[in-house]
């Protein structure tokens, strides 16, 4: 079952089995009131791949080792550590609109993990904005643990 947090009246982080609508996103986010404040979106979808992290990031990892295949993995996260990030980037310079969805459970290769949008002023901030958040989630927020195929 999938769930959502608010926070003043804004919708930013969702979970489930499904990942949202990139298109629906986008018109909700337009249709929201920090939209005139936007002059771009920017759109992060994480998905498992069949390449271990230890291979692709050159570093030593619990996970599948190098060399070897990926066959799915099992994701999870802390909601409230997601939440905080959330709120630190919306906090950041020119950003108008965050909203971050979340898988969890097993995943197979091709699974969608996350959705990430950012509105902002302009192209640095928001550029800005999607590496700290995005890597903040991925750092210090998710479990993921790689099953070799």
Same mark, same amino acid.
């Given at each position: 079952?999938?769930?959502?947090?608010?926070?003043?009246? &804004?919708?930013?982080?969702?979970?489930?089995?499904?990942?949202p609508?990139?298109?629906?996103?986008?018109?909700?986010?337009?249709?929201?009131?920090?939209?005139?404040?936007c002059?771009?979106?920017?759109?992060?979808?994480?998905?498992?791949?069949?390449?271990p992290?230890? &291979? $692709?990031?050159? %570093?030593?990892? #619990?996970?599948?080792?190098?060399?070897r295949?990926? /066959?799915g993995?099992?994701?999870g996260?802390?909601?409230?550590?997601?939440?905080a990030?959330?709120?630190?980037?919306?906090?950041?310079?020119?950003? /108008?609109? +965050?909203?971050v969805?979340?898988?969890?459970?097993?995943?197979?290769?091709?699974? #969608? %993990?996350?959705?990430?949008l %950012?509105?902002? #002023?302009?192209?640095?901030? +928001?550029? #800005?904005?999607?590496?700290?958040? $995005?890597?903040?989630?991925?750092?210090?927020?998710?479990?993921? $643990? &790689?099953?070799?195929?």
């Open positions: 079952m999938g769930y959502s947090m608010t926070v003043k009246g &804004e919708m930013m982080l969702e979970n489930g089995k499904t990942m609508s990139v298109d629906a996103w986008l018109r909700e986010a337009k249709a929201d009131a920090s939209a005139a404040g002059g771009m979106y920017l759109t992060h979808n994480g998905v498992v791949r069949a390449t992290k230890s &291979e $692709v990031r050159g %570093i030593e990892t #619990d996970g599948v080792a190098p060399g295949r990926v /066959g993995m099992v994701f996260f802390d909601a409230q550590k997601v939440q990030a959330i709120e630190a980037t919306r906090a950041m310079p020119g950003i /108008g609109y +965050v909203r969805w979340l898988a969890s459970g097993e995943l197979a290769v091709g699974d #969608d %993990i996350m959705l990430v %950012i509105g902002g #002023d302009i192209r640095p901030h +928001v550029v #800005d904005a999607l590496q700290a958040l $995005v890597g903040t989630i991925k750092n210090e927020c998710v479990s993921e $643990v &790689e099953c070799e195929a």
